[in-house]
């Protein structure tokens, strides 16, 4: 990271490691999180959904968390960071869309400025959030440098970062970034799978099987798995981009086709080629169109702990249909991806027990699925 | 390319005794501020930006920086980021810039290369470096590594004589400066602004006190770069500074120019004006 930068991350880490355990802040945060974002998320038993795929599935259901994915979690927490902090700007990217909505949306509630990068061809297939982030108040910066999508986005927000970085926090959405983001993001995010433990625990008793998330970057499932990563019985499965097929090099499968280098400050698995320059990742999921991932999962696939897998655009497409028919749930692409980890091959016996992380809802994606569709007709 | 070619004096000499580096002495010895214009590296092409390279050396250039093209330059504005992904997508590989420096150092231009992180450990850090001392390159400056992570990467290049450039920011606390500063070799980079690379219309108010600042911690040259455009920036920061590093501005004569030439021409004047100005000229 430029050394220009430097301060005010330690700024940042010295305001979470205050704030994290002081009781006003975990207060305040609780009271967000319950009556502003609607937590706990409910744990839904998908009964059709589990006859089609031969094992029982739960959906933990953060699509019902406000602003309709799990983003809110990280921005609630950040946002109170950034009021301590006394910065009056916020800025952030944005893929999909829903982390900028997310941060929109904190910003209203604490009346600060609000500026989202979000990456040209992103802007195009998910105009709906664009719309839902000015409405919030928020002014969206179309980015065109690169392949125009989340990466770039990133670094658009890094430069501005550097630029007004004693005014403004910069809201990292996801598990990546320098050092203390993947850390404070995580932390944000363990909510999922702290709530999903003790539902699954009253309702069954025991833990889960196995727990199912769809990796881009990866805060859904590092939230998700986080509060498991110790007990050995529950499998834990990572399900990647595999857009057009991870042969075709247009996929966003870091872990499975990456290797070791340097994006936006951490060290992880990145797409890159032979000297260093960064890949364009492909997804039809525009929040997995990311060419690197947060370094934590790295080590989880070193470690051997989490078992990393992919799907592609046409299966994601399918899980996306399939689930709206056999639940009335329609899933943000996103979240499609674990889906359609159980509709293939997936190796739990019809006596055990998953969870999937629905982590978004797919009101945004219904436009270019449809496009997709009708070009088929 | 050969270990042979390097001009004007030997950094071995210096460098690796806990004396002052080649590029130190270059400072020390030209006893005015050097004029250093940076170039993107394989920028239109590696035949053109061995162009641009003499002309900035027949025009006064003291040190000349090259940037190595990188696909995400975090630190750079959109002049340099458009010029990067011409020559990227010309081909050029950070093989060729190396090819370019060891060219233009063999014709007399004293160098320092800018590269991102990612580049150097694709490339493998010992091998970087070794190429970098077999052609001339004096320093490399890194300007997504702040002085935490850097000692791995000083240690390497060191051995092979090479320095590689801190920055500083106006942010950086006093704690900060003090640290960057017994780690430095060779000059000190001094970020002018908070912000990416780029023309600014004016510069930071506060940019004397910060080089002063600094100045308390150390005796390593220093050179202040991103922003400065104007002659009369460039004269002004010399009275402060052991080195002015005009970047973008330079880029973007020769990116607007009516061809190559007229570029290049464009580039040729405003250097030439600059190092005849009294800071630059005494």
Known sequence: MPETLVSALEELDKAYEQYKDDPAFVEELRVLQTDYAGRPTPLFLANRLSERVGCRVYLKREDLAHTGAHKINNTLGQILLAVRMGKKRIIAETGAGQHGVATATVAALFGLECHVYMGEEDIRRQELNVFRMRLLGAEVLPVSSGSGTLKDATNEAIRDWVANVESTHYIIGSVVGPAPYPTLVRDFQTIIGSETREQFLTREGKLPDGLVACVGAGSNAIGMFHDFLNDDSVRLVGVEAAGLGLDSGKHGASLARGTGGILHGSYSYVLQDADGQIQEAHSIAAGLDYPSVGPEHSHLKDAGRVEYTSVTDEEALEAFQELSRLEGIIPALESAHAVAYLLADHGFSEDSTVVVCLSGRGDKDVYSVADVLEMRR | ?282
Do not use: W
């Open chain 2, 1 to 282: 390319m050969s270990a042979g070619k390097r001009t004007g004096y030997s950094p071995g000499a210096f460098g690796s005794q806990g004396g002052a580096s080649g590029l130190t002495a270059l400072f020390r010895e030209a006893g005015r501020p050097l004029l250093m214009p940076y170039a993107v590296g394989g920028y239109p092409d590696s035949k053109g930006c061995l162009q641009i390279v003499r002309t900035y050396l027949q025009n006064g250039a003291d040190l000349i920086e090259l940037g190595i093209p990188f696909s995400d330059p975090l630190a750079d504005g959109p002049v340099i980021q458009g010029a990067s992904q011409v020559a990227l997508r010309a081909g050029i590989r950070p093989t060729d810039v190396l090819d370019v420096a060891s060219a233009a150092s063999s014709e007399g231009a004293r160098l320092v290369l800018l590269s991102y992180l990612n580049t150097i450990l694709a490339y493998g850090s010992e091998r970087f470096f070794k190429r970098c001392a077999e052609g001339g390159v004096l320093g490399v400056v890194v300007p997504d590594v702040p002085v935490e992570e850097a000692a791995e990467l000083q240690a390497t290049a060191r051995a092979q004589a090479v320095d590689v450039i801190l920055l500083a920011a106006p942010t950086s606390t006093e704690e900060r400066l003090a640290r960057i500063a017994k780690a430095a070799s060779g000059f000190i980079y001094c970020v002018s602004t908070t912000g990416v690379t780029g023309a600014r219309s004016s510069l930071r108010a506060d940019l004397p006190e910060f080089i002063a600042r600094l100045r308390r911690h150390t005796d390593l040259p220093l050179a202040v770069g991103f922003g400065v455009s104007k002659v009369e920036q460039a004269e002004e920061v010399a009275r402060y500074a052991d080195g002015v590093i005009i970047g973008s501005a330079l880029v973007d004569m020769v990116a607007r120019g009516k061809d190559f030439k007229a570029g290049l021409a464009a580039a040729a004047g405003y250097l030439h004006e600059v190092s005849n100005t009294p800071s630059f000229s005494r």
